[in-house]
């Protein structure tokens, strides 16, 4: 079975692997993403959460997540630092005005 776009139609909870990269479906405020690396890191999570944010405003962003590899299940995201990425993990992006 396939989608529109020729590829193997999937629900978006599986592991889908191309090209030897594992894609996989995280949820960032609610909203699913597919993401194939590894890692992902603060400014990226700010892109997705808000698309239209400027870059330099990333720093006024907290990034927590759970649902992460066992051993590092939940947390925050450092700013300029990365997370590694599990299969359906939740990240929960906030504007802040404190430090």
Do not use: W, Y
């Not at 079975?1 to 949820?27: H, Q, S």
């Not at 690396?37 to 698309?51: K, S």
């Not at 925050?76 to 404190?98: I, L, Y």
Request: glycine share 10%; charged share 25%.
């Amino acid at each position: 079975m396939t989608n529109e776009n020729n590829e193997p139609a999937t629900t978006g909870r599986e592991l889908v692997t191309t090209d030897d990269r594992t894609v996989r479906t995280i949820v960032v405020n609610g909203r699913e993403h597919r993401f194939a690396d590894d890692r992902i890191g603060h400014d990226q999570l700010a892109r997705l959460a808000f698309p239209t944010l400027a870059e330099r405003d990333s720093r006024s962003l907290v990034a927590s997540f759970g649902g992460g590899p066992a051993d590092h299940e939940r947390g925050v995201v450092p700013f300029g630092g990365t997370v590694e990425v599990a299969q359906g993990q939740r990240f929960n992006v906030c504007v802040t005005d404190k430090s």
